[in-house]
């Protein structure tokens, strides 16, 4: 057995040993702090986090609202205003929702508006009137022929209108129509080199502009962009969204499901109870223009009790604008440079915002931390 003196002597033995064990460990969470960029977890950290946190919800909230293409949930799908395979609502019979005219050849995988002949005019048209207030078409075509560079055209449009089946000189529809276009030209009749073909454009009118064919609408389109849809191994698409006032056209080349824009504008008023369809013409030079499917989907917005009151029927088309539409040229890459910021386009600056926030407070507390430490050492 121990006695009293040797059992003391352990005693201390062990209480040194303690706090030296104390002391280390002190030391080297010290050292770690110093040398670990989590040194900065503290309490300031947790509000920083909290910051970081909210931000972000606050970002990925602001995506879902501002996303520029709607998922095509078929619950908003508008099938009276669409146009799908086997095309089976497609005829002249009273019942039926979409007729055609002239070269226009309906099948059961496409509806070819013109073939790769010259002097060819066709056209398909909805037979219900829109009253949608806030839509999206999603345009589903191919364009593809035997002709090489600049010998192919003429291209075709789409149309929201208030007349339908109406032949004219404009991708084989009237020139002077009231609503609104968007054309798909392939082939440069204006010999311009400040853009390249094929060019995707828009246009709205209320029945006093015609649509000027030799210059390629350049005194009254809206805007535009380049594209490269021609002889595509797969279907292009084409994505028209009116919402609020605003007119977003985008494509997709690809077949990717990778939309790009190609026309985002404002101040636009376009009435209810007009009609979609689509026509296409070729003349010394052709192309194939084929339809695979028109999609209509509703989407789904809130309106002030003054504009739900309001008859839009009455509306005039008619677009606000700070400069004349013919100011609206692109440049020679192919980009509209009156296009203001979209919904991604403000997503991503607040997210280069939000990172540059996070590594200013990142470095802000690393150098905080480190100053406290250092104050330690002069105690």
């Known amino acids: 057995m121990l006695s009293r003196q040797s059992a003391r002597e352990v005693l201390n033995a062990a209480r040194v ?5 104390k002391a280390r460990g002190r030391k080297t969470l010290n050292m770690a702090r110093e040398r670990s960029p989590a040194s900065w977890l503290h309490p300031q950290t947790s509000v920083t986090r909290r910051i970081t946190l909210l931000l972000l919800l606050w970002l990925l909230h602001f995506s879902s609202v501002y996303s520029d293409i709607t998922d095509g949930n ?3 799908l508008k099938r009276e205003h669409s146009l799908i395979k086997p ?5 002249t019979s009273s019942s039926s929702q979409w007729d055609f005219s002239g070269s226009t050849l309906v099948t059961s995988q496409y509806v070819r508006l013109t073939p790769d002949e010259r002097s060819k005019q066709g056209s398909i048209w909805n037979t219900v009137p829109c009253y949608l207030k806030d839509w999206e078409m999603h345009v589903q075509f191919k364009i593809h022929g035997s002709g090489k560079k600049n ?8 149309w929201y209108t208030k007349e339908r089946l109406h032949p004219g000189t404009v991708f084989g529809s009237s020139a002077n129509f009231l609503g609104l276009a968007m054309f798909i030209d392939t082939y440069p009749n204006d010999e311009a080199p400040d853009r390249s073909f094929p060019y995707i454009s ?6 006093s502009l015609p649509y000027d064919h030799g210059k390629d609408g350049r005194s009254t ?8 849809i021609r002889n595509k191994d797969h279907d292009t698409y084409l994505a028209i969204r009116y919402s609020r006032g605003r007119l977003t056209i985008m494509v997709d080349v690809d ?14 008023r376009l009435p209810t109870g007009y009609y979609f369809g689509a026509s296409a013409a070729t003349g010394d030079l052709s192309d194939n223009h084929d339809i695979i499917s028109m999609k209509m989907y509703q989407l789904m917005v809130e309106h002030t009790p003054e504009e739900d009151n309001q008859d839009w029927t009455k509306i005039e088309p008619s677009v606000s604008l700070l400069k004349s539409p013919k100011d609206n040229i692109d440049d020679p890459t192919g980009n509209f440079r009156s296009t203001p910021l979209t919904g991604w386009k403000v997503f991503l600056l607040l997210l280069c915002a939000l990172l540059g926030i996070v590594v200013c407070a990142v470095v802000g507390a690393v150098v905080f931390q480190k100053r406290q430490e250092r104050n330690k050492r002069f105690y």
Not at 151 to 158: E, K, R, S, T, V
Not at 202 to 207: K, S, T, Y
Not at 255 to 268: A, L, S, Y
């Open 151 to 158: 010998l192919h055209g003429d291209g075709f449009a789409i």
């Open 87 to 91: 095309y089976q609502g497609v005829g």
């Open 202 to 207: 828009a246009m709205v009118n209320n029945g």
């Open 17 to 21: 040993s303690s706090q030296e064990v």
């Open 221 to 228: 389109e809206l805007g535009g962009c380049s594209v490269e």
């Open 74 to 76: 078929a619950e908003h």
């Open 255 to 268: 077949d990717r499901n990778d939309w790009k824009e190609c026309i985002d504008i404002g101040g636009v």
